[in-house]
């Protein structure tokens, strides 16, 4: 992030603190309680949003090397993302062409060649079929015509996008627009190294998952005991990137900054900025490094998601992390702290809220005027389905 904008941001949130305020929208916005549970509704998402959107599959630490490969199967279509001999980065539906079987089933790993389990039939990290045991007996084929099928990809900015349909166009300049993508280039995604991963699966539709981000008005309550102790709640700067976000949120430490001279402020001490990418990526800024959380619709079902978490950190982080692990170090554990928070708190609030929903009792959920960030995530989903926005409610 830019020095002036950290500075803007830190400052936002030094006001708010010192006036009691928050950043605050027009008006309070009514959603519809089917925007979770209708099957309707989820079927318009998955194909918008998912089978016929760019996806942001990782970032350049997934593939650290020539030769590594990962694989990905939440969005419909298998994915098989390489990195060639000369380091370029390629994606195939992960679909045998012989007779459709998944080509590679490891998550991620190093090879430059990729044999089909069935009949091992072979291809290599371009794509292309090298070879197939017994031609003689199979018959001949020309091999050019029975690659796997590629995708358009992108590595750009750090992020390695994929686009599910072989039709498909990436253009990230409309995605993300100059500015974020200034801001995106500014912390380095691309040097980052992928340490951890893990899945939280849960009984609710997918964006409630994303909703748990978009506020800090439960700070206090829902997380009085964890994250509370070190984030002042219902405090947080909001901006808006077309249709992607910026929550920036209220870290107790920016107390250190008011004694500090503002050259030397970094964003990431007083607060943690949290980018939302449209459809459904969140980005959490920490000092070494990002966590991501991926959010997909599980069994094809408007009631059941997946979580993906992926820790990132720079070389320098990651050491003082070991020396968190052999116990070393007394502190901030963000491996251990991001489940027992994300998990164990706001996933089983979001969860239970799913379940309310889904009684039928109420027909919607009010988003305050303290909560912008989920008035700007449902009004793009709506415009994004052709829908109409939901009006503000003026308060009385
Ligand atoms: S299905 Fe892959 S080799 Fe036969
Ligand atoms: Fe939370």
New binding site residues.
């Given amino acids: 992030m830019i020095q002036k904008e950290q500075v803007r941001v830190i400052k936002g949130l030094l006001d708010h603190l010192d006036n009691k305020t928050n950043v605050k929208a027009d008006g309070m916005i009514k959603n519809p309680a089917d925007t979770y549970t209708s099957e309707d509704r989820f079927h318009k998402e998955w194909d918008n949003f998912f089978l016929n959107h760019p996806q942001i599959i990782g970032f350049s630490g997934d593939l650290p090397n020539k030769g590594s490969f990962m694989t990905a199967d939440d969005f419909g279509v298998p994915i098989l993302a390489t990195r060639d001999k000369n380091g370029e980065f390629k994606c195939f539906v992960n679909v045998c062409t012989h007779r459709g079987v998944i080509v590679e089933s490891q998550r991620r790993g190093e090879k430059e060649k990729f044999s089909c389990p069935f009949h091992g039939w072979t291809f290599n990290n371009r794509g292309s079929l090298v070879g197939y045991p017994k031609p003689d007996h199979f018959g001949e084929i020309d091999k050019s015509c029975y690659g796997l099928k590629e995708l358009p990809c992108a590595e750009k900015h750090g992020f390695l996008f994929v686009h599910p349909n072989e039709n498909g166009v990436i253009n990230t300049e409309d995605l993300l627009g100059d500015q974020l993508i200034e801001e995106m280039e500014s912390w380095n995604f691309k040097d980052l190294i992928l340490t951890q991963e893990e899945e939280y699966v849960t009984d609710m539709n997918w964006k409630l998952a994303i909703d ?2 978009g506020e800090t008005y ?2 206090s309550t ?2 009085k005991d964890t ?1 509370f102790e070190s984030f002042y709640g219902n405090v947080q700067m909001f901006d808006t990137f077309k249709r992607n976000a910026r929550l920036s949120l209220c870290k107790r430490q920016i107390e250190d900054l008011r004694t500090t001279p503002e050259k030397d402020w970094d964003v990431r001490v007083g607060s943690l900025p949290v980018y939302f990418l449209f459809p459904n990526i969140i980005i959490n800024v920490l000092e070494g490094g990002i966590i991501v959380v991926k959010e997909y619709p599980l069994e094809n079902s408007p009631h059941k998601s997946v979580s993906k978490v992926s820790f990132y950190f720079t070389p320098e982080a990651i050491g003082y992390l070991e020396e968190i692990k052999n116990g070393n170090e007394e502190n901030f554990n963000p491996y251990i702290a991001f489940g027992e ?2 998990r164990d ?2 996933y089983v609030a979001a969860a239970a809220s799913h379940k309310g929903l889904r009684s039928g009792k109420i027909d919607h959920i009010l988003f305050g005027q303290n909560e912008p960030a989920l008035h700007h995530y449902h009004n793009t989903y709506r415009e994004a389905l052709n829908l109409e926005p939901m009006p503000l409610i003026k308060s009385k």
């Fill in positions: 748990t981000f439960h700070f829902l997380h994250l928070i994300i708190e706001d």
